[in-house]
């Protein structure tokens, strides 16, 4: 049965033309109508970026929450349900007082034209504003210059995470245009704690915080990392590294995320979280769809014993640069044969991302994303695979491609290991049928 919000959220989707229309005019007249609660937040780390927000976010909190830090936590998109953006003070919003907030924003914003992403931000600050919290970590939903979360005129810190290539349509053509708009969330005086970039991406991020006389902490001239065995070790400029486990979501670039997590912590000087609440918070991090091995469910039921499946929700070149790099090394049994369940919308560039599995991955089995009018569909997937080299075909769903792989597949031959990918959307739908 669907919830209550549900429908109101329904309803907030009709109140402008367009999905996306960048501007901060339309939520800041709502949120004046609110009484202003975006002044009223505990204090804010405001995270932009292209990959690695959502990942940064969650190890952020998992520091401070081992730390015994009340945080609230806001991040899009969600995997299932809407709730899963709003985290106040540690757990999941309620429906209860969702749903209050939705209708609050809907009656004050009447009929204007205002977009979903920008009422529901005014209503997650309301819900931020009214209970009480140490920290909100909060995530930009699209760039960062005009996005709706952009209103916060002082956070605490801002952090920038890798930017690449994504959203074009939107942010700009060229790396430095895109960083420009990230680098939109630079506020005066307020330190901004930059992860590794491209130096083009680097250059205007520098010479926005020279601007706008904002403190820069760029990764590999004031901070760094590195892996010694089963160590991770951050220099931060102080008198000794700091040396940690290895944190418990896979990849190389998950290894990058940890580090900016503790290089941002440096610059939180207000609060207490030592060595050891780092490393438990590591340990502990959850971020579903960001390389998740899955372990049960209808999926498994063609499959043999000994196959893996993964899903991730990576959707863009850096995105697939990253997660074929980590599956060539493993996790797991790294000389298994790979196959790939790819679903991906028709507004990414779908052969940045699937470049890097050419030559790794043995098949694909394209599938449309359900629910999803901008899907592509399963032969315009395909069709992108066998574009850059991959050996792909198309199935009616995600159920009927792990068949077709497991039908397909050598009845001696080894267990394989299958990945399914190319969107968030396609991850939440996955786990919500199988997770």
């Known amino acids: 049965m669907s919830d209550g919000s549900d429908a109101v959220l329904a309803r907030l989707t009709r109140l402008h033309p367009k999905i996306i229309d960048l501007s901060l005019g339309r939520v800041e007249r709502l949120l004046a109508r609110l009484g202003h609660p975006e002044a009223a937040l505990p204090p804010v780390v405001h995270v932009a970026g292209t990959n690695g927000k959502g990942s940064l976010i969650a190890f952020l909190r998992a520091m401070l929450e081992a730390a015994g830090q009340r945080v609230h936590v806001y991040t899009s998109p969600h995997l299932v349900r809407f709730h899963e953006r709003v985290r106040l003070a540690g757990s999941l919003i309620e429906e209860a007082e969702l749903l209050a907030l939705l209708e609050e924003c809907e009656a004050a914003n009447g009929e204007e034209p205002i977009t979903y992403f920008e009422i529901t931000t005014a209503a997650a600050f309301l819900a ?14 699209l760039g960062g210059r005009l996005d709706a979360t952009n ?5 605490r810190l801002t952090a ?5 290539m994504d959203h074009m349509q939107y942010l700009g053509n060229s790396l430095a245009e895109i960083a420009g708009e990230k680098a939109g969330i630079l506020k005066p005086g307020v330190a901004c704690v930059v992860g590794e970039q491209m130096p083009e991406a680097q250059e205007v991020i520098a010479a926005r915080g020279e601007v706008v006389g904002a403190p820069i902490f760029l990764a590999g001239r004031d901070w760094a990392w590195r892996q010694e065995h089963e160590r991770l070790v951050i220099d931060c400029g102080g008198e000794s590294a700091i040396v940690l486990p290895l944190p418990c979501l896979g990849g190389r670039h998950q290894l990058a995320n940890a580090a900016h997590a503790v290089a941002c912590m440096a610059h939180l000087a207000d609060i207490a979280v030592g060595p050891d609440h780092m490393a ?10 960001r390389l998740q091995k899955l372990s049960r469910g209808p999926l498994f039921e063609a499959l043999g014993e000994g196959w893996q499946v993964w899903l991730d929700g990576g959707h863009n ?8 790099e980590t599956l060539a090394a493993g996790p797991g049994n790294g000389e298994a044969p ?9 507004t990414k560039t779908s052969d940045a991302f699937l470049e890097p599995f050419a030559g790794l991955a043995e098949s694909l089995m394209a599938v449309a994303i359900p629910g999803e009018a901008a899907s592509l569909s399963a032969e315009e997937a395909a069709a992108a695979a066998r574009g850059v080299g991959l050996q792909a075909t198309t199935a009616e769903n995600v159920p009927m491609a792990v068949r077709q ?10 267990p394989g290991r299958i990945l399914i990918c190319g969107s968030l959307y396609l991850a939440g739908q996955v786990l919500r049928d199988h997770g």
């Open 160 to 164: 920038i995470t890798p930017v690449s």
């Open 405 to 414: 792989i497991a039908e397909a597949h050598p009845p001696d031959g080894p």
């Open 280 to 289: 438990q918070g590591l340990q502990s991090v959850e971020w579903p769809a």
């Open 151 to 155: 209103v916060v005129a002082q956070p």
């Open 128 to 141: 931020f504003a009214r209970t009480p919290a140490d920290y909100l970590l909060l995530e930009t939903g």
């Open 338 to 346: 790979l196959h790939l369940v790819f679903g991906m919308l028709n």
């Open 317 to 324: 070149g850096a995105a697939g640069r990253a997660l074929a």
